[in-house]
């Protein structure tokens, strides 16, 4: 149990935990605390539990169940209130707590002195009930019972893509699994989207496209299920361009347990044909007549999605090379690196995610917060299992690295834990890292220091919108913070650097904070990459793993400033070594020298 308590009845729920063998973290925001109990459900399968007080309380705490609510996680906040009896006289911390949690929650009841046992059990299968999701229940013992205040919809979310208008939609397990075989048989170039809902049939999804080559993209939830060293792990889908070269090509796509939560504002514009298969237990019926949801002309099917593994692992060859996934997803990544810039004494992003990758565990878990940041340390960062890479999907939060890798350390002690962070994002939970070290949990911070809102900055026009004022932070230590409440402290500028206190804190028990001090120069391109024309390119050519290693097992000369190298950029190192001529290399701050050209066979 998490969360922040007031005086009293919320003291009470506190001691009451304790007799039944909850902990109780207490955290120094009640975001956080949301964020905290959250990730310890996504983890688990469990509900999270939270505290709060009456009034503020429950009005910080909103942000944090916008977030739960959204990534679809079961959590149960209990909030104290202004006594139902006492209504009339007291207005000090008296808000309307039932109307503040109802656009978020799929139900906010009060609970009174009756039947509370019964009613907290209804609560937590209610947070359970697919889709899970938050529910606040907030207490007073004045009431003689509960009082159930989900709202007008009962909780369900608030999602316009139930109205639906396209094709039809098959009903019944065995015309649903009959309609994707046809589909299958029809396609000659099918594509996976996994999504969240996929994660419990990771085994099922695993077993039927092993060694079958088809091309599976992950949302940032979904990472894992296929494990990035397969040839299927085609990367990531987010309703950017990234995933373009596939999907484009692809006359079938076909998606299992995808949440249009997770999909950025975009137009679905691919002509292939798409199917969305979800559990019949994943929500609202989607057996309507059509569809018209995020994804246009979709069409949706509720099947059992180990059904769906079944057929797919039954369904025909296809036209695609053998490793067209992988060749998607290594060549995005280096196409990040190449976008990878950094003046002397600062690091490029890139160079930060690629160096904590390799210096780092495969099991380890990192936490990614919202940020330009994030558009490079999602595709960049390969896990071998699902819930080895935590991010808010849905909200897309700031504020919720750190918070997330202490509920991560809290379910994994033994498993190192990453928090990708911002100086943003990182400002907004500073002080949780007094709780990381109270808790003594190894949690390593990093934090992508540019002084700077650099995902808003991009987004800026160069007039009438504030200026620098409006995006950029003064300099500060994250390290020297640290230090001041009792965590480790580093500041790097250098590969090498990042390594060193990397090697350390992976020896510390207590959490560590690594402030890097990175240039920001390279984000237009990665945002051009992500989610611009950029990334509307042909994979040109199948290429390998970029064979990015520790800088500490790398000899002398290998440590000269560079970005994380595609095979091309290998052979021109290796080239020079051999006393061949330089050949000018693509220069994106300078505007100088050309870009390598390699062959682009059509994928």
């Known amino acids: 149990m998490f969360g922040v308590p007031g005086g009293g009845p919320n003291l009470d729920v506190v001691g009451a935990a304790a007799a039944a063998g909850l902990r109780f973290i207490l955290a120094h925001g009640e975001t956080a605390a949301v964020i905290m109990a959250a990730t ?34 079961p959590v149960v906040v209990i909030a104290d209130t202004v006594a139902a009896a006492d209504a009339s006289r007291v207005s000090h911390q008296r808000i309307d707590q039932a109307g503040l949690g109802r656009p ?8 009174g002195r009756r039947q509370a046992g019964e009613v907290a059990a209804q609560i937590v299968r209610m947070a359970l009930a697919a889709p899970p999701g938050p529910v606040i229940a907030n207490m007073d013992d004045s009431a ?15 999602d316009s893509t139930l109205e639906r208008s396209g094709p039809p939609t098959p009903a019944g397990n065995a015309s649903g699994a009959s309609f994707l075989a046809g589909a299958l048989r029809a396609a000659r170039r099918p594509v996976l989207l996994l999504g969240a809902g996929a994660i419990p049939r990771t085994a099922a999804i ?52 995808v949440d249009e939560a997770e999909m950025i504002p975009a137009p679905w514009d691919y002509a292939a044909r798409t199917i ?32 769906a593994a079944e057929v797919l692992a039954d369904g025909p060859g296809h036209a695609w090379p053998p490793d067209a996934g992988h060749a998607a997803k290594t060549d995005a990544a280096a196409r990040l690196a190449a976008a990878a810039v950094a003046a002397p004494g600062l690091l490029a992003p890139q160079q930060v995610v690629a160096t904590v990758r390799a210096c780092t565990p495969p099991e380890t878990i990192a936490a990614v917060d919202a940020g330009a940041h994030m558009l490079v340390a999602m595709p960049l ?33 033994q498993v190192p834990v990453v928090a990708f962070t911002g100086d943003g994002g990182l400002g907004m939970t500073l002080a949780e890292i007094e709780t990381a070290v109270r808790l003594s949990l190894r949690v390593i ?5 540019d002084a700077a809102l650099s995902l808003i900055k991009l987004k800026q026009k160069p007039a009438g919108q504030g200026g620098d004022e409006a995006v950029r932070y003064g300099p500060v230590s994250f390290a020297a913070a640290a230090a001041a409440m009792g965590a480790a402290g580093a500041a ?24 890097a001090s990175v240039d920001p120069a390279g984000y237009p391109a990665v945002m051009d990459l992500s989610r611009g024309q950029a990334g509307r390119r042909a994979v040109p050519g199948i290429s390998r793993a970029l064979g990015v290693r520790c800088p500490l097992a790398l000899p002398g000369a290998a440590l000269a400033r560079r970005s994380v190298r595609s095979d091309h950029y290998r052979g021109e190192v290796q080239r020079r070594r051999r006393g061949n001529p330089a050949r000018s290399v693509h220069d994106r701050r300078a505007g100088t020298g050309d870009e390598p050209r390699r062959p682009r066979p059509d994928l």
Request: glycine share 12%.
């Open 144 to 158: 003689p019972g509960p009082v159930d205040d989900p709202g007008q919809d009962g909780g369900a979310p608030k």
């Open 445 to 449: 911070v990093i934090v992508f220091n």
């Open 104 to 111: 978020v929650a799929k139900a906010a009841i009060t609970v």
């Open 492 to 515: 790097v500028t250098t590969e090498r650097d990042l390594a060193t206190a990397l090697a350390a804190a992976l020896r510390r028990p207590g959490p560590t904070v690594i402030d």
């Open 381 to 413: 960062w390969e896990v071998p299992e699902p819930l080895r890479l935590l991010v808010s999907s849905g909200l897309a939060t700031m504020g919720y690295a750190l918070p997330a890798a202490i509920a991560a350390a809290l379910y994994a002690p």
């Open 40 to 73: 310890y459900a996504d983890l688990t399968g469990t509900p999270g539990a939270v505290v709060v007080t009456r009034g503020p309380g429950l009005a910080s705490a909103v942000n944090g169940v916008a977030h739960a609510a959204l990534d679809r996680l």
């Open 206 to 257: 695993r077993a039927a496209v092993a060694g079958r080559g088809l091309p599976a993209l992950h949302t940032y939830r979904a990472r894992g299920i296929i494990p990035d060293s397969a040839d299927e792990a085609a990367g990531l889908v987010t309703g950017g361009t990234m995933e373009w070269p596939l999907l484009s090509a692809a006359d079938l796509i076909i998606g299992l347990g």
């Open 276 to 307: 969305l298969i979800t559990e019949p237990a994943a929500g609202p019926s989607r057996t309507a007549a059509s569809y018209r949801g995020y994804f246009t002309g979709a069409t949706a099917l509720q099947m059992p999605l180990a059904l």
